[in-house]
């Protein structure tokens, strides 16, 4: 055979045994080994951070990175770790559920490295093997059934994504970001912690029960801090809470940022701090406070601290007096504290694990080392019993009751899947979503009366107590529950704060003011400072007219037409309504002016009367003279008609009464002095004037005259009649009642038609002033016209301008004013003969000065 063909059977009988073998994955990097494991039929996982720190190391790139080095042991980790056995313990003794059936358990330190964390899950969930088969890995079950843990919000995320297509449940007693409860993102995850969701709403409402307006925030970066954080300031802005502030750090930030986030606060206004910060991160935080005077603010935490006492003991500089914040309730597990302080299962399968635990717990070494330092050997054989640190510390047995809760949950639905009544069916294959899909329909109560069961979200009840930071004995803190918050009740009945004195910073027992801007009083308005927050504001007296009865109004509010504002702006008072009154002083004068003319002019009416047969009386036209006295009465009493409250009726009746009598008035002036002028006339050869003014064309002249304004009147009454009115824009304290004229046309064409028989009048006695005669009327008649009209042309620019009632005050002073005038020039001199110069009261002297002539 050609060498060529060898070659190419060669080649395809390695193919073929290539082929053949089986393909294997070879694991990269060290395999991880759990800390503490014990073999059952089915297995859990947990996720404890048995130490909180690890050394950072630089890699070269050049080699393989080292095993990473964990440092900080962590006391409170072992316990959530013993609660985890404890409850798988009591499950196994268990005769009503898993009966036949053993947990077992592989828990892992993490670190409080999240890419730990996903690594030591992975490691749940398949095995250490350095080699192993695809298509064996593919199809054999996990390793684990369920996993609990993490603590915190951040790895539970990291490790909720790598497990979620896997469907493996994650139960975690404490991680408690709202970010957690998205399904499509986590649908593996489940809690028995509630979510933030509620707890950043819950501090939301707390801050804003005590009034606490303006805060500083300070958070963890991380998604616990950032995303509780993030849902308390959109709570906070809807309640009206400004945040000054909101810084962020992680415990292992270089100290100049943490000096920086302190910066901030010492610069800050504010004095209140709410908090969401791990426990780790706020020892960090302590620490560097303490070297700054930074006492008499007023902290808001919540359940990651504010009732651990660990923390409570490192606030050496007392920073956290009269804290307050929300914490899951108070729990009680029987049986739990004195598996707790049995440290023996915890030396299952790492001795340097358990050897680092004990030397710390009992501050002791195995091994004394050559250094300085005097250290106290252990022997092993210490007791626990007289040891006082954060292990033998119970305070956190709420969180310990979460873990035993979410252990229980897992068992109860292993329970229902496998069938158990007395006995359990051991064959049926294990599927991790039928385990997610049974634990979140759980539905059970503990030995303890708790009912435990999930929302559709994984999360459960949202109930918390509210704890406040009272000082104790020897300088220890008491966590004294002042209230509760259930988010299940109605949003009104939510939070219930008991009557429990509460003890603030620095031990005040006054609640603390935290705003920006202090509270606007009633009468005031907020006015927004520029370029500052909704809460710092200016106050702002409101506006004339302007009222505002609450405290830090935002607007203030116009008062109704009829009413004014206070002095102090806070309430709306009912106008004053003025008018001219007849109580009121120059109501009274006016009322006294008419009614002395009314009886000068009675007692005028009376002399003439008394002496109507005498020469003077009849030479004036005796029968016109008692009719202009009875019109002269008839205005006296009219300006009567415009005091008091206006009503209807008495708006129609000053003004038409009042035109028509002055307009009678004048008539009857007009008549005489059309007479005087006339009688002068018609004794003038060839002239008989007088016989188209006799008594009959004289009655028929004022009747005519009179007549038209009465139409004029009728018109208006009729078109468009004054009417009662409230002028409410005269004053802006008071409402002037007044009479609205209706048709301004209408007032005036009345008062022309006056005023042009007054010049009309005027005229005629004007020509006729210079008449041959001892008693001539028309230069009397003409004084009178010259102050009657002077009277009503200064009337009209005084009446425009007059406010509010001395308007009418000023039309009641034109009517006496020009009345008087009539009845003083033309009647005061004939009484003055009557009565004192009886002896001129003759024909012979009346025509004696025709006759010398």
Known sequence: MHPLGWALLHLLLVATFTQAEEQVCTQRGDPENPQLVKNGDIMLGGLFSFHTNWKERENTYMEKPLRLQCTSLNFREFQLAQAMLFAIEEIN??????????????????????????????????????????????????????????????????????????????????????????????????????????????????????????????????????????????????????????????????????????????????????????????????HELSGHNLTGYQWVGTEAWIFDSQTAEGDINHILDGAIGLSIPQAHVTGLREFMLDVRPLNSSNADLFSEFWEALFSCKFRLSKSTEIQRECTGEEDINGVENSFTDMSLMPIFNNVYKGVYAVAHALHNILGCNKTCDKNKQLDPFTILQHIQRSNFTTKEGDRVFFNKNGDPAAKYEIINWQPGENGLVNFVTVGLYDATLPANKQMNLQNKSIIWTQNSPEVPVSVCS?????????????????????????????????????????????????????????????????????????????????????????????????????????????????????????????????????????????????????????????????????????????????????????????????????LWLTISPPFPSKNIKAYKDKIILECALGSAVGFWAVLGYIGLLAMLCFICAFLARKLPDNFNEAKFITFSMLIFCAVWITFIPAYVSSPGKFSVAVEIFAILASTFGLLICIFIPKCYVMLLKPDRNTKKHIMGKGASK
């Open 93 to 286: 003794n268990s005769s009503d559920l898993l009966p036949g059936i053993s947990l077992g358990y592989k828990i892992y330190d993490t670190c409080g490295s999240i890419a730990r964390s996903v690594r030591v899950a992975l490691s749940l969930v398949n095995s250490n093997e350095m080699v192993a088969s695809p298509a064996e890995e593919c199809t054999r079950p996990a390793q684990v059934q369920a996993i609990m843990g993490e603590t915190s919000s951040s790895p539970c995320t990291a490790i909720a994504t790598v497990m979620g297509p896997f469907h493996i449940p994650l139960i975690s007693h404490f991680a408690t970001c709202a970010c957690l409860s998205d399904k499509i993102k986590y649908p593996s995850f489940l809690r028995t912690i509630p979510s933030d969701y509620y707890q950043s709403r819950a501090l939301a409402h707390l801050v804003k029960h005590f009034g606490w307006t303006w805060v500083g925030a300070v958070r963890s970066n991380e998604d616990y801090g950032n995303n509780g954080m993030a849902t308390f300031i959109e709570t906070a802005q809807h309640l009206g809470i400004c945040v000054e502030y909101s810084v962020s750090f992680f415990r292992t930030d270089p100290s100049d940022k943490i000096q920086k986030i302190i910066d901030i606060i010492k610069a800050s206004t504010s004095k209140v701090i709410v908090t969401f910060l791990s426990h780790m991160d706020l020892d960090v935080l302590l």
């Open 518 to 714: 202090e509270t606007c009083p009633p009468g005031t308005r907020k006015v927004l400072q520029k370029g500052k927050p909704v809460c710092c504001y200016d106050c702002m007296s409101c506006a004339e007219g302007e009222m505002s009865n609450s405290t830090d109004a935002v607007t203030c509010v116009r008062c109704p037409p009829e009413s004014w504002s206070n002095d102090r702006r806070d309430v709306c008072i009912k106008k004053e309504a003025e008018f001219l009154s007849y109580d009121e002083i120059m109501g009274i004068l006016l009322t006294a002016a008419s009614l002395f003319g009314t009886c000068i002019t009675s007692f005028v009416a009376f002399i003439f009367y008394r002496h109507r047969k005498t020469p003077l009386v009849r030479a004036n036209n005796s029968e016109l003279s008692f009719l202009l006295l009875f019109s002269l009465t008839l205005c006296f009493l009219c300006s009567l008609t415009f005091i008091g409250r206006p009503s209807e009726w008495s708006c129609m009746l000053r003004h038409t009464a009042f035109g028509i009598t002055f307009v009678l008035c004048i008539s009857c002036v007009l008549g005489k002095t059309m007479v005087v002028l006339m009688a002068f006339k018609a004794t003038l050869p060839g002239r008989n004037v007088m016989k188209w003014f006799g008594p009959t064309q004289q009655r028929l002249s004022v009747m005519s005259f009179t007549l038209v304004q009465v139409i004029i009147c009728i």
